[in-house]
């Protein structure tokens, strides 16, 4: 019964016909489901607008996901950080390397995956030294019969999908200035959405958008200065707290010309909802790290924005960390779900913070319907439902002379850009994260262009009593955690999701792990060789069958003590992050090697 | 009312020492030699020696210009980040005095901006003298001793080499 269900459905596979030649006839025969266009594609590096890293294939399930093993390897032969989520598309693999930046079409019609094409940018290599924190990628886009990149020194390129060849190319960023790109562009409609990086550098952020069929710039809006630079048209821009309404809040909020070099870049994932015609994105931390040097709340950094695609204005902001003291950017995902929150159906925009708290707002206006801590936090005592305003304990407040000790949340919050996966199956969140704290001295640092903008020096230890690194299932309705699964290390890498009620996500140690979605039990693991702090993915391949693919390669800010081959005698290096990753296995293999796994 | 008045004092004394960093009485055991490329030949402005190794004002001052230009940013007390790190014994671009010079006013392709023209080349030996101190190359009673704020590398007089 099974076999000929199987047989009816294989013949709705829409695969080409010299794929399917290319495989034994019994492979066919496997597929549990019908396979949809959709479910068989991964078209950007969150996998759907809505972010949620969730796969409706469900052929591998935890029956037998403890049979998995490894289908193909491609090594890419660049050995940093590898932080890019690869996509699928039509029978082709697309994947993009950290510096240089090296964009790979792999065939997955052949056995093996040969190479199709290959595209070589020759990003400069001067924006190496501009990049915080390695120099990763996150990944590319799909639209059109074009993949989507951007450099480290910020060439937005638009490649022939089918042939490798440029079709356009763009700058956007001022490496000399500091300014990097490190985030995966989205496409919506006829628009490439790219942010730039470098709030550790002082560059002033901005989100650009550009025609996809041209490359020239159809608007930039800033997340610091003037209105007209920021794209607030007070006729159509309606933020909930009165806090964020005013004219040039994002100057009035600064000292003067601080908003110049004050950070807010955009460097992760940007989200949209094609219903209400918004897309989501976070800013980040506010530069200098010395919150000392920029009294006021320096908007509109460490928040969110909602936009319209079209011309760029924006709808509404919410700020997560006014006058952030602790680097906590606000770039982390904005997953985008529709709850039975409170007995009605609410749109809501449901985002983990680096400052600790999973928050749930209301993605029409920016209403914060929940704050709660995923993690001990003691920089702030919680968020103010009423005003939406975070309330800091001003005994871990930055002071100049002061080394203020045991700062939690450390400057990579609980969870940095490492992104979650939401299942529509369980209701739960999947929450890649970490346990860290910090001591941290701040001293009046100078502005010099291309250098780093910091005043401070932190070194980051271990939570006391907690694991370093945790996954976490969080139930949003609860307002609580299901599971936490303690890890050694943070826990660096992206997670995903499966209809097979499965989770997959990657350690810098290098283990890929597939648990239960539900019980959190671990059901699989895989050594890959290098830290992993990709992002796991999973797509029909053009035989039939279900795949999972992961890039491992140790790097990041997480990893940077194996990829920058720093010295762990010094726990400042790396930003303080070597405090906390001093017995990172070492020597720690650097490869950046993408792995592809099937059920045999 | 004077043996709690002491006890008061002796606390605050105790708590005031908690601030200070950790003391280290032992050097770093060295890191392995770098097998790579050597220095390449040549001078900057005619001298093949820093007219400040020996000198520990002047070592001490570019510990100060080191944070002043943000070096610390990139290359922490050290152990590195943006930039590489500074204390091992692996050099890039060579370790000559020459070589550091070099690096700090020319820049090199990798990243590493040219202060050249920015800072005199007065402070860039000074700060070329720090940065030989931060591997521990410079007699101890020559480097800098143990800071009063944070620092979690040892001081530059326990470090390897000298």
Partial sequence: ??????????????????????????????????????????????????????????????????????????????????????????????????????????????????????????????????????????????????????????????????????????????????????????????????????????????????????????????STGPDRDVLINHSRYAPFYPTDRGTD??????????????????????????????????????????????????????????????????????????????DYDGINEMMLLDLDWQGARREVLVHPDRNGYVYVLDRKNGEVLAADPFVTVNTSTGVDLKTGRLQYDPGKDPRAGLTIRNVCPAAPGAKDWQPSAYSPRTGLLYLPHQHLCHDAQTYTTSYIAGTPFLGVTAQMNG????????????????????????????????????????????????????????????????????????????????????????????????????????DRRDGTAALGFVGAMKDLPMPEVKTGVLHVYALP | MRCPELACLALIVCLAGCERETRHFTADVPGPAYPGPRAQTGTVAGRAENPYARNAYAVNEGKRLFRWYNCNGCHAEGGGGMGVPLMDAEWRYGDRPVDVFTSIHDGRPDGMPAFGGRVTDDQIWRLAAYVRAIEGRVASATAPNRDDSLQEAKPETRRAGQ
């Fill in chain 1, 1 to 222: 019964m099974i076999t000929l269900e199987s047989s009816l459905i294989c013949t709705c596979v829409r695969a080409p016909l010299r794929a399917r030649r290319a495989w034994p006839a019994a492979l066919l025969l496997l597929h549990a489901l019908a396979a949809s266009a959709v479910d068989a594609e991964w078209p950007m590096a969150s996998g759907d607008y809505a972010n949620t890293r969730y796969s409706t294939l469900a052929d591998i399930d935890t029956s037998n996901v403890g049979t998995l093993a490894e289908a193909f390897a491609f090594d890419t032969g660049v050995e940093r950080g590898q932080e890019a989520a690869p996509i699928v598309v039509g029978g082709t693999l697309y994947l993009l390397t950290a510096w240089p930046n090296v964009l790979y079409a792999l065939d997955l019609t052949r056995p093996g995956a040969a190479v199709k094409w290959k595209f070589e940018p020759h990003p400069a290599p001067r924006a190496q030294g501009e990049a915080c924190c390695d120099v990763v990628t996150r990944g590319i886009a799909y639209a059109d019969g074009t993949v989507f990149m951007v450099t480290l020194d910020g060439q937005a390129i638009a490649v022939d999908a089918a042939t490798g060849a440029e079709r356009w190319r763009t700058p956007l960023a001022d490496v000399a200035h500091g300014e990097t790109v490190t985030m995966a562009p989205l496409v919506v409609k006829d628009r490439m959405l790219v942010g730039n990086s470098g709030g550790e550098m002082g560059v002033r952020g901005w989100l650009t958008a550009l025609d996809t069929h041209t490359g020239a710039v159809a608007w930039r809006a800033y």
């Fill in chain 1, 249 to 326: 809040l994002g100057v009035a909020t600064w000292p003067p010309e601080a908003w110049k070099r004050g950070g807010g870049g955009a460097w992760g994932f940007v989200s949209y909802d094609p219903a209400l015609d918004l897309l989501y994105y976070g800013t980040a931390n506010p530069g200098p790290w010395n919150p000392e040097q920029r009294a006021g709340d320096n908007k509109w950094t460490s928040g969110v924005f909602a936009r319209r695609p079209g011309d760029g204005t924006a709808a509404w902001f919410y700020q997560w960390s006014p006058h952030d003291r602790h």
């Fill in chain 1, 463 to 566: 939570m006391a009593g907690t694991s370093r690194g945790a996954f976490t299932a969080w139930d949003p309705l609860a307002r609580r955690a299901r599971w936490t699964l303690p890890e050694v290390f943070p826990v660096w890498s992206g997670a995903l999701a499966t209809a097979g009620d499965l989770v997959f996500y990657g350690t810098l140690d290098g283990w890929f792990k597939a648990v239960d979605a539900r019980s959190g039990k671990p059901l699989w693991q895989q050594q890959t060789g290098s830290g992993i702090i990709g992002q796991p993915m999973a797509y029909r391949g053009p035989d039939g069958r279900e795949y999972v693919a992961i890039m491992s390669g140790v790097g990041g800010w997480a990893g940077a003590v194996s990829s920058g081959c720093l």
